[in-house]
């Protein structure tokens, strides 16, 4: 991963010729989570594993963090939940939710703050275009990570379906769809947010 100074990601940029770098990274970080604990609670109920907002919470983080703060963000978050603390999904958290069906999306988020992060620190957030497509790509591993955990552990040993029925369904019918909107979203905001933090 870039070292922060050397990363064109919008966050790092904004505090890179400040006095306080350390206090400027931990204010980040700490909103980064708040925004992220947010975005979980907003949710449609689906079975086995609710749409939240997380998807569109996690891609900005990264592609405005850049991959070292953006992977410290996301981590922090989940350490936040393994200690108790209320931020996911669900109306409880602990080292028990690890168990739980989302911990290959967890897992996930993680990857895409390492993958949209390294493309944010190499400029690409600034060009919409190749930020969807990093987000995209980002997404199909987290979603690949998501539903194998998904489908192994819950899907088929509750409903006795196959995982790739498992997988067909939670991607095509309740997720991928509106992570593609989640994703436009994402990758238009942040070029957008830069250009107007550069005026």
């Known amino acids: 991963m870039n070292s922060m100074n050397n990363s064109l990601a919008l966050a790092p940029s904004v505090f890179s010729n400040t006095k306080g770098k350390a206090i400027h990274y931990a204010l980040w970080v700490v909103f980064g989570v708040a925004l992220l604990a947010v975005s979980a ?24 963090y850049g991959s070292r703060m953006g992977v410290a963000t996301i981590l922090a978050y989940l350490a936040a939940g393994f200690a108790g603390a209320p931020v996911f999904a669900g109306p409880i958290a602990g080292p028990a939710y690890f168990a739980g069906p989302t911990a290959g999306f967890l897992l996930g988020f993680v990857v895409i703050a390492a ?31 998501g539903f194998i955990w998904l489908g192994f552990m819950f899907v088929s040993a509750k409903t006795g379906t196959t995982l790739g029925a498992g997988v067909a369904y939670g991607v095509v019918n309740q997720y991928f769809l509106a992570d593609l909107v989640k994703i436009a979203v ?6 957008a947010m830069a250009k107007l933090l550069q005026k």
């Open 41 to 64: 609670k907003i949710q449609v109920p689906f079975w086995p594993v609710p749409m939240t907002l997380q998807t569109l919470a996690v891609m900005g983080v990264a592609a405005a």
């Open 115 to 145: 993958i949209v992060g390294y493309a944010a620190d190499k400029g690409w957030a600034k060009n919409p275009a190749k930020l969807f497509g990093t987000m995209l790509f980002a997404d199909v591993l987290c979603f690949a990570l």
């Open 186 to 191: 994402a990758a238009l905001a942040v070029p």
